[in-house]
């Protein structure tokens, strides 16, 4: 069953390999992995807008990997990178779902619940840090369903600054 979600998850994954860079944040997202790239470090000024001299850039991890993705190839290359990213939020759902739900109807309960998530998480899939972001809470929340081990606390600390760094607060 595992192996008909991943399947799936692929292939519901595989359109935004040709996603269309149509969100009107991707330039200001990637000028700002340029000047931390080219500068070592980040920004504590907005270079951008002279009216607002006391400035974080709170998203900066997301926007040095999308920098990155775009220096490698393009538009094309973030477009299959957000397709990745994708996949992988979609299959640890469909593990998180799988695992939730048991029983005599589990199977079909968990393809609605999967094919909803799906849908609905689709409509909002953009070249952001935020879809990043969304993938590292996923993986964190299925972190909770095992059982607990003792790097579990300090893992969980990691993967919560490496979400303050791409982009945490929209997805809070």
């Known amino acids: 069953m595992r192996l008909r979600f991943l399947l799936f998850s692929f292939l519901a994954a595989l359109p935004f390999c040709w996603l269309k860079p149509v969100d009107p944040d991707l330039g200001w997202h990637l000028l700002g992995g340029a000047w931390i790239v080219e500068h070592g470090t980040v920004p504590s000024y907005d270079f951008v807008n002279a009216f607002n001299p006391f400035w974080h850039d709170y998203h900066w991890l997301g926007q040095i990997v999308m920098f990155l993705l775009f220096k490698l190839g393009g538009y094309q290359a973030l477009a ?11 299959w640890v ?49 299925r972190r909770l ?11 969980l600390m990691l993967l919560t600054v490496i979400l303050v760094n791409i982009h945490v607060y929209w997805v809070l």
């Open 145 to 155: 369903l095992q059982t607990p081990t003792r790097l579990e606390l300090p893992g």
């Open 80 to 90: 299959i990178g957000i397709a990745v990213v994708v996949f992988v939020t979609y």
């Open 93 to 141: 759902i469909s593990d998180i779902i799988l695992t939730s739900c048991r029983g005599r109807y589990g199977e079909w309960i968990a393809w609605i619940l999967f094919v909803s998530f799906v849908l609905a998480y689709s409509t909002v899939v953009q070249m952001r840090p935020q879809i990043l972001a969304l993938c590292l809470v996923a993986v964190a929340l």
